[in-house]
């Protein structure tokens, strides 16, 4: 979530892909427990006051955190679930603070108190995120399922603003709150946030449920523009996930406008390229699989079985995700497959192919409409 303090923000020109290139891991989530206190509509894991059984215990935790820092230091996120549900979640950010991971945690702010905030600090984590899905009590706590999660979130936020710990503002992004994003950035920027980062609708998990209310395709690219409208009014960092879109439209519109377009590409605000699942990020559950993303239910290894640097390097359906000319119909010919790819979770929830066209797009690429003139 913060960039790397050891690194310059590095430069990509308008065409540049994902600084390293396909493979070179930059961030995993690490869905470090399911249990959670809240219950969102959208949420991937149908998360739930559990116990979840399976979960890593502290010392399968310490051996992954060994693991994924033989690959570099890539930013791990601790997620959840409501990973401060986890009473050793101190124990294990620390622990990847002494081996110079840089360690993030999504928190959904309700428990984060003057005590944790100085605990979160301590432990070495950078920023936080915490998610705020309406500008109002009334919105927020309707998408997330509880009365007083929009309180309690802003509680949390600052209790965590007093004890000097970073943070930024997610934001899932579907009919319910698309009316709203204007005042959500505003908010951001009131309460001190260093980022806001954009999520558009998965429809996995509970997510399902909510298909209905999930912008159209025509929406899309008009929140995606509207959203690059953004950058030169807000001091805020702005990034959107899970709308592999927006990669297409920030060399699209700088081109339109004939600027020398040169962005962040380190840290978890970096602008690199669309998809990363596969090839510059990967998601772990609660019980040890590794997946594309949290949202793309690929079983592409378990760490409790094989070590997690040989599972990155050899995955078969990672391979296959590096490898852009793998893509199929239109975004297998699209002039900007390298810095878009299509969401591959869509795709898959669509078709039952993760290779597939991105079902949420409207651009027609350019050899397809030669072919259509």
Known sequence: MSSDPQHPHAQSSVQGGSPGGPGTLRLVAWETTRNCNLSCVHCRAAATCGPYAGEL???????????????????????????????????????GTRLGLRMVMAPNGTLITPETAKKIADSGIQRISVSLDGASAKRHDGFRGVEGAFEGALSGIHAAKQAGIEFQVNTTITQLNRDQIPQIMKLAEDLGAVALHIFLLVPTGRGKYIVDQAITAQEYEETLNWFYDQKSR????????????????????????????????????????????????????????????????????????????????????????????????????????????????????????????????????????????
């Open 57 to 95: 215990d502290t010392q399968a935790s310490f051996r992954l955190l060994d693991q994924i820092a033989e690959t570099g230091s890539p930013i791990v996120i601790l997620t959840g679930g409501e990973p401060m549900l986890r009473e050793d979640i101190y124990d294990i950010a620390a622990y």
């Open 234 to 373: 807000t001091n805020l960092q702005l990034k959107a996930t899970c709308a592999p879109h927006y990669y297409r439209i920030l060399r699209q519109r700088a081109r339109a406008e004939g600027k020398s377009v040169t962005w962040q590409t380190h840290g978890l605000d970096a602008v690199t390229r669309g998809c990363l699942g596969g090839t510059s990020f990967c998601f772990i559950s609660h019980q040890g699989i590794v997946q594309p993303c949290g949202f793309l239910d690929l079983h592409c290894g378990d760490v409790t079985r094989d070590s997690f640097v040989h599972i990155w390097q050899n995955s078969e359906q990672f391979q296959k995700l590096r490898d852009f000319d793998q893509l199929k119909g239109k975004c297998g010919i699209c002039e900007y497959k390298r810095v878009c790819g299509g969401c591959r979770a869509r795709a898959y929830e669509a078709t039952g192919d993760w290779l597939a066209e991105e079902p949420l797009c409207l651009y027609e690429p350019a050899k397809a409409a030669a072919r259509n003139g």
